[in-house]
């Protein structure tokens, strides 16, 4: 059974729907303490149970932790894996009152700022540090990152293990004619690189940090466009027109707001961007856009610069100008068609080699065997 904070539009959300459906050798169970967002119903079509407590974000009620505590005990489940902090907490010590033996934390977290991360956010992983001798038999995080800001936080780390995020490398793979068409249907001609960031409109992902580092390419006179792609990232977001304003970015930055061909938008794009400031743990959008060769530049953050190893560029976050030199790099190697190439192909096998979603799969089998 698999205990989640909720099932909405998240990097975490995504990996569990991708172990799900795609793990034949266990049957699986999914409850979300919140509702079924997005990835509820996608779930079921895939016929996974799914059970929502519909707690409100941020309340606790008695009433739904019995539910959860009945459903434990009706469904007896050999492994309980809980994702993200409250989850851990909630159903972690739920699981235990339950009688369940084998309990699994998921932390996808690498960030603990305060004046960035919420308060009680801190506060249940600091809780958590004090329980991790107690209730979990084994925790997974999915970012080297994540074991050293928990071990510092107080986690015992003797339990932990890394188990990087897979990828659906079927799902997730070149297809430059998927690419034409939305360049074409964006009016972008082949011959100007296409720019583009995929994350929701959130302070961690800094879209500002990214339209000042355009700016400064437009003021070096380096032509481009970019497309940005996510939750509220559309002609609705004031915020971000104001910044395209001010860096006289009309016609070179377009808004496209949340879409569900994520595949086609990576294999449309030259180049995919990061600009995220902080509390990255292992950011997917790096993985799928390589998986789709697709260079990416990253600000450094989380496992990052892990994932992008030597195939792109990494920047430290918040630097507007060194993100802007590091994105003028690349475009100078893909005006090199053999060089840029080979980047390209270094790119989806990074992926293949040390992301696949086989080698994730079989890794948290041999945690839940424990």
């Known amino acids: 059974m698999h205990i989640i904070t909720g099932l909405s539009d998240g990097g975490a959300e995504a990996v569990l729907h991708r172990l799900c459906i795609h793990d034949a050798d266990h049957q699986h169970t999914v409850v979300s303490l919140m509702d079924a967002g997005k990835y509820g119903p996608l779930l079921s079509e895939a016929g996974i149970s799914v059970h929502c407590l519909n707690m409100p974000r941020g309340r606790v009620r008695v009433g739904a932790l019995r539910r959860l505590w009945q459903l434990l005990r009706q469904l007896q489940p050999d492994v309980v894996q809980t994702w993200m902090y409250h989850a851990d907490l909630l159903g972690g010590v739920v699981a235990r009152l339950a009688g369940i033996r084998s309990v699994v934390w998921g932390i996808h977290h690498t960030t603990l700022m ?62 430059r004619s998927a690419g034409r068409t939305l360049r074409a249907e964006w009016g972008v001609p082949a011959d100007i690189p296409l ?13 500002a940090n990214l339209l000042a580092a355009l700016t400064v390419l437009r003021r070096r ?92 560029w990494v920047v430290p976050p918040g630097d ?19 060089e840029w190439s080979a980047r390209q192909k270094a790119a989806r096998q ?15 089998h041999s945690v839940w065997a424990r």
Request: negative net charge; glycine residues 8%.
């Open 114 to 175: 305060p004046g960035k991360s919420p308060r009680s956010t801190i506060a249940v992983a600091r809780l958590l540090a004090r329980l991790s001798r107690l209730v979990p038999t084994r925790i997974v995080a999915c970012a080297e990152e994540s074991v050293a800001v928990h071990g510092k936080l107080g986690y015992d780390t003797t339990k932990m293990r890394v188990i990087p995020n897979g990828y659906d490398l079927a799902q997730f793979a070149p297809d």
């Open 221 to 312: 006179g380096v032509p481009f466009r970019c497309v940005l792609v996510g939750t509220d990232v559309d002609v609705n977001n004031a915020a971000l027109k104001m910044l395209i304003e001010e860096g006289e970015l009309q016609g070179a930055v377009q808004l496209l707001g949340r879409r569900s061909d994520i595949p086609a938008v990576m294999n449309a794009l030259d180049v995919h961007v990061l600009s995220s400031a902080f509390g990255e743990a292992f950011p997917n959008v790096l993985a799928e856009a390589m998986a789709c060769g697709t260079p990416c530049v990253t600000t450094d953050v989380g496992d990052a610069a892990l994932i992008v190893g030597d195939t792109g």
């Open 320 to 338: 507007s100008v060194a993100l802007a030199n590091a994105l003028e790099e690349a475009l100078t190697v893909w005006r090199q068609p053999g």
């Open 350 to 364: 990074r992926i293949v080699d040390h992301f696949s979603i086989e080698k994730m799969i079989q890794a948290y």
């Open 195 to 207: 720019l583009g960031m995929v994350g929701r409109f959130d302070p961690q992902k800094d879209h």
